[in-house]
């Protein structure tokens, strides 16, 4: 066979010239070149997947914060209305305490619901 660099395919007259043990080590290199793209590709994966998972978040828990915001407002109003109609003094007190209470909810309810709804995007395939 003649041999020649146009002919050379994939490097194939280069290795015919070499040992055992220097192939052996080419192919060593080679599965571990393979295997740091591999893990390299996994990490780009979970990196993706979390950036996902966090912006998913975010959006469920500004949601869950306005509705709640909006459900505080109604709240207030009512107390007012109730308060005005019945002829009762408004209570700061009450206020505040509801205020702390949405602040709780919005704690618990939110990042518990939004943890619990988004965590199969953590969930990897296998």
């Known amino acids: 066979m003649i041999s020649s660099k146009s002919t050379d395919i994939a490097g194939l ?6 040992n055992i ?3 052996a080590q080419l192919i060593k ?6 295997k740091k793209l591999c893990i390299d590709k ?3 994966q979970n990196i993706k997947q979390l950036e996902n998972f966090v912006k998913e978040q975010s ?3 500004n949601i869950c914060k306005q509705n709640l915001n909006e459900r505080l407002e109604k709240d207030l109003n009512e107390y007012i ?3 005005s109609k019945n002829k009762i003094n408004l209570n700061e007190e009450h206020i ?5 209470n949405y602040n709780n909810i919005e704690q618990e309810l939110c990042y518990s619901s939004c943890s619990q709804k988004y965590s199969r995007l953590l969930d ?3």
């Open 21 to 23: 043990n220097e192939i």
């Open 81 to 83: 209305f109730f308060s």
């Open 42 to 44: 996994n990490e780009r």
């Open 59 to 61: 959006n469920c828990f």
């Open 13 to 18: 007259n280069s290795l015919r010239s070499k």
């Open 96 to 100: 505040q305490k509801l205020h702390r």
């Open 29 to 34: 290199v080679t599965k571990e070149k393979k």
């Open 124 to 126: 990897y395939e296998t």
